[in-house]
């Protein structure tokens, strides 16, 4: 067997022996050959997801079909967070799947390396085909958020060794640079106060009130366990399996405050039409699954329609300002009106 690249339409190329070693390791068998083909997945201009398929060969001659997914991430500087990009390497690396249970988890790897000369990490793991997406329903969207919760009680109250041998992971001081930053911005600011912002006066003034009284958010949001957190718990990286969940994308895996990851389940780019039901049910069902392990009964304030605010307030306020659409308009205010309406819900 010779070690050729294989050509792969959307890869710049595979090593053979690489393929043939993901496959021995993903089928549990000596693999003699196998052919593939590649889709992308998804991915942006840092990073690519392509779906790698195929047929193996084993030893013994019989064929076997695979399917499995390689990312490939390059070297990019996120604001803050400058090692961001390799931290999924990392993190695969480390043993970090052994802190998971029965009801979340993220995909087996099969193989990580890191291209020095090209600045990238590749990952050959398990192809996750199950219910994602805006397809998740209401109960599966619970779910997510008790396993989280079991998740985040679990690893806060027995502190595993490993966690804190883990030197790359987010900080918790992320979130509040974040509103920040888009604080700073004067255009933005400017434009919720003015005359001419098509945002309706209430919901300006609810962004507003967040800015007048930010130190008291942040004291309460501040009181709040620091816990592990994915930082990226929206619907494209959530999967529903059987009763479990699966977590895809741990780029911006950290430290962050109790809640953090629930207030993007219910709010991050959401189904506007049954968020303010993700709040009645999901904020229950994580502090449910974290008290399975932590005592919570002191903890009066969830701050989580704060954590939302300062979040993606003003993200949707420059969405609104720079739409293209009326719709899209539409779609900024409908969002934060069921943010506002969040106030109302006990």
């Known amino acids: 067997m010779t070690n050729n690249p294989l050509a792969i339409s959307a890869c710049d190329s595979i090593q053979k022996d690489t393929l043939l070693s993901v496959l ?5 068998t000596s693999i003699t050959d196998a052919d593939c083909h590649s889709k992308e997945l998804h991915g942006g201009t840092v990073g690519k997801v392509f779906l790698i398929t195929g047929t193996a060969n084993t030893a013994n001659g019989k064929p076997l079909p695979y399917e ?35 009801s979340l988890r993220w995909p087996v790897c099969y193989h990580a390396e890191m291209n020095e000369d090209e600045n990238e990490t590749l990952i050959w793991m398990e192809y996750i085909d199950s219910v994602s997406g805006y397809d998740l329903t209401v109960d599966m969207f619970e779910r997510a958020a008790y396993a989280l919760g079991r998740f985040q009680g679990k690893l806060h109250t027995e502190r595993p060794a490993i966690l804190h041998k883990l030197t790359n992971l987010s900080k918790a001081e992320d979130l509040k640079d974040y509103y920040l930053h888009f604080r700073s911005w004067k255009k933005l600011h400017d434009y919720i ?50 009763g479990t969940i699966i977590l895809i994308d741990w780029d911006t895996c950290g430290w962050g405050y109790m809640g953090e990851d629930i207030k993007s389940l219910i709010a991050d780019e959401a189904d506007v039409l049954h968020m303010a039901e993700y709040y009645r049910r999901c904020v229950p ?14 903890i009066e304030d969830n701050c989580i329609r704060e954590m939302i605010l300062v979040n993606i307030g003003y993200r949707l306020a420059e969405w609104h300002m720079n739409a293209d659409s009326e719709a899209e308009k539409l779609k900024q205010i409908e969002t934060l009106q069921r943010i506002y309406e969040m106030k109302d819900i006990g």
């Open 285 to 298: 069902a994580y502090y449910k699954g974290f008290s399975e392990y932590a005592d919570v009964s002191n």
């Open 193 to 242: 106060r003015s005359d001419d912002c098509g945002i309706p006066r209430h919901l300006c003034d609810m962004l507003i009130d967040v800015d007048e009284k930010a130190d008291e958010i942040w004291n309460r949001i501040e009181k709040l366990p620091i816990v592990l957190c994915h930082r990226d718990f929206w619907v494209t990286n959530i999967f529903y399996r059987d």
């Open 24 to 28: 021995r390791t993903m089928l549990g």
């Open 68 to 102: 499995v997914v390689l990312k490939v991430q390059k070297k990019w500087d996120r604001h803050g967070d400058s090692d961001s990009w390799r931290r999924e390497y990392d993190l695969y690396l480390s043993g970090f799947e052994d802190l998971f249970h029965d």
